[in-house]
């Protein structure tokens, strides 16, 4: 069973431009963001420190658990289940830091930069350069045009991509986010790591350069461990996790915001409430808590400031305000995936209030007008 729905968010304070524009359309959708934060209890946005570093405290013990376990047995036939798990934590660590990238793990700006890159360097992720285009990502959530990451291409710039493009973008979308941080997405320029690029500002200049220097320090230090301990050390201890890490990274962002009937939008079109509602929630079962419930998006999406164990309480709040635009997908992950991954590849290159489509359909269509 899916609800249709959507989701808004807004920045650490609730943004007046953001209200006004809200308001000032309202006559598209039945409610405003107003509305919907006065729904949520105000604890909600109150990020407790303790809770948050138990969680972080928590990734890194089980982490170093399952490290443990695996330097002991020594086996080939645990390698295998070790490099699933520790991913996976890999994973819930990378979400811990993306609180952190929010400002929603604490109140204290210098707590929220140790800790994001505490989590985010020894998975090769530069936390300011992310944190960065992240923010660009939601402040331009189902906008075609200024979107930063699973947004759609038009069927023009589709049909000029290389075969390398295709086959990265839309056949192997499952380890792509290392080439993202180098190359970003189709027909964005720039790097995650160069001051210099688009994504930032220059006050963002030292930022930056210091994630930057961290995740070249970390690349530096495997490259150590694989000279001292060989490669076979290195591949079984980080670069299988870190690959299962990766694939948890695309899954998840991607089925953020791909779906066939999410809508997206052009120009004057789009405002940023109404986009932002072109995402959806999705339930992972058993890995829900795991991954700290990362998969409950659309109030994410709203309020871009609420810890993660808040977003449940927050989704229950403003459901009955969001009523059919309220977007869920309780079908399993595997199954959403292999949909999405056939049916989405581009966009109409003219229009608003546009869908995911594919060359398979755009051809069957064809020949049914023909």
Request: aromatic share 18%.
């Amino acid at each position: 069973m899916r609800q249709i729905g959507i989701c808004v968010h807004s920045n650490t304070v609730l943004n007046p431009s953001v209200l006004s524009d809200s308001a000032s359309r309202k006559g598209e959708l039945p409610f405003t963001l107003q509305d919907l934060r006065n729904a949520i209890p105000a604890h909600c946005f109150e990020p407790s420190t303790f809770r948050s570093l138990a969680y972080f405290f928590l990734d890194l013990g089980l982490i170093a658990g399952l490290y443990a376990i695996a330097a002991y047995l020594d086996s080939w036939l645990f390698y295998p289940i070790f490099w699933i798990m520790q991913g996976t934590l890999f994973w819930s660590l990378f979400v811990v830091g993306h609180d952190c990238g929010h400002r929603s793990f604490s109140k204290y700006k210098w707590l929220n930069d140790l800790v994001g890159h505490l989590s985010h360097t020894p998975i090769l992720v530069p936390f300011h350069g992310w944190r960065i285009s992240h923010r660009t990502h939601h402040a331009n959530t189902g906008n075609i045009d200024t979107d930063e990451s699973w947004y759609p291409v038009p069927e023009a710039t589709y049909n000029r991509m290389s075969w390398a493009e295709k086959l990265g973008r839309f056949y192997l979308p499952l380890v792509a986010y290392p080439i993202y941080l180098f190359r970003r997405s189709p027909d964005r320029k720039g790097s995650h790591f160069h001051p210099g690029s688009d994504l930032f500002k220059p006050s963002e200049k030292w930022d930056v350069l210091t994630s930057s220097f961290l995740y070249f320090s970390m690349i530096g230090f495997l490259a150590y461990l694989g000279f001292q301990f060989g490669f076979v050390f290195l591949l079984k201890f980080y670069l299988m996790p870190y690959l299962v890490f990766v694939v948890w990274l695309d899954l998840v962002t991607f089925l953020h915001h791909t779906e066939s009937d999410i809508p997206w939008y052009r120009g004057n079109d789009w405002y940023f409430l109404k986009g932002a509602l072109s995402t959806i929630d999705r339930d992972y079962g058993f890995i829900n808590s795991i991954h700290h419930d990362i998969g409950t998006h659309v109030a994410h999406h709203i309020f871009l400031n609420m810890p993660h164990y808040r977003l449940k309480e927050a989704t229950e709040a403003i459901k009955p305000i969001l009523g059919d635009y309220y977007r869920k997908s309780t079908e399993p992950i595997w199954k959403s995936f292999v949909k999405s991954y056939w049916a989405c590849h581009f966009v109409a290159d003219q229009g608003s209030k546009v869908y995911y489509q594919s060359p398979t359909n755009v051809q069957a269509q064809s020949q049914t007008n023909g």
